[in-house]
T-cell receptor, first 113, second 116 residues
Framework: ETGVTQSPTHLIKTRGQQVTLRCSSQ?????VSWYQQALGQGPQFIFQ???????GRGNFPPRFSGLQFPNYSSELNVNALELDDSALYLC????????????FGPGTRLLVL | AQKITQTQPGMFVQEKEAVTLDCTYD???????LFWYKQPSSGEMIFLIY??????QNATEGRYSLNFQKARKSANLVISASQLGDSAMYFC?????????????FGQGTTLQVKP
């Protein structure tokens, strides 16, 4: 096990609602990256947080936002949910701003109806 | 733009035999990192092996080895002595080094099934 935890494990929402996903990083890691994995696809980078600041963002709209806390845990918030937001959301923790190997949590499966 | 290509959607291998999973990549950067991850049906991505672009030796981790051919831009994963627990989805990924985020770019994945 990596020591990276995510909550909740599963979530069902309806279109237009808002959702918050949580991630606790591995001890000693100061960087959290979030990825979206649609069914049958490889993960897509959403954004990364390093020392509580956003440190890079993929091609996702502003309704995807995040936070990182002083203990390096992180939240992913998605507003105005769309059906296409249904996916597995993975967070990964690493050291040194992502310059080291990223270790993933078990993911949160989000279904938007 | 950087890209990872995995051309084998699915592979079968007999238990105890070796199997090679293909990965090619495209980048204009001189410095980059290549990774393989395993994803069982539970969903968690498990790190297997890493190869840096300047590493002269092929990486090895237990039963996993990475056949790195820089000129051909390929980074194939070799699993020796396959076990039933190796059945999973396998992803090749490349890390951007310029830009400093360490963002990973993933391929489409290869599903491996190990037959008893």
């Amino acid at each position: 096990e990596t020591g990276v935890t995510q909550s909740p494990t599963h979530l069902i929402k309806t279109r237009g609602q808002q959702v918050t996903l949580r991630c606790s990083s591995q001890s000693g890691h100061n960087t959290v990256s979030w990825y979206q994995q649609a069914l049958g696809q490889g993960p897509q980078f959403i954004f990364q947080y390093y020392r509580e600041e956003e440190n890079g963002r993929g091609n996702f709209p502003p309704r995807f936002s995040g936070l990182q806390f002083p203990n390096y845990s992180s939240e992913l918030n998605v507003n105005a949910l769309e059906l296409d937001d249904s996916a597995l959301y993975l967070c990964a923790s690493s050291g040194q701003g992502g310059g080291e190997t990223q270790y993933f949590g078990p993911g949160t499966r989000l279904l938007v109806l | 733009a950087q890209k990872i290509t995995q051309t084998q959607p699915g592979m079968f291998v007999q238990e105890k035999e070796a199997v090679t999973l293909d990965c090619t990549y495209d980048t204009s950067d001189q410095s980059y990192g290549l990774f393989w991850y395993k994803q069982p049906s539970s969903g968690e991505m498990i790190f297997l092996i890493y190869q840096g672009s300047y590493d002269e030796q092929n990486a090895t981790e237990g039963r996993y080895s990475l056949n790195f051919q820089k000129a051909r831009k390929s980074a194939n994963l070799v699993i020796s002595a396959s076990q039933l627990g190796d059945s999973a989805m396998y992803f090749c990924a490349m890390r951007e080094v310029p830009g400093n985020t360490g963002k990973l770019i993933f391929g489409q994945g290869t599903t491996l099934q190990v037959k008893p």
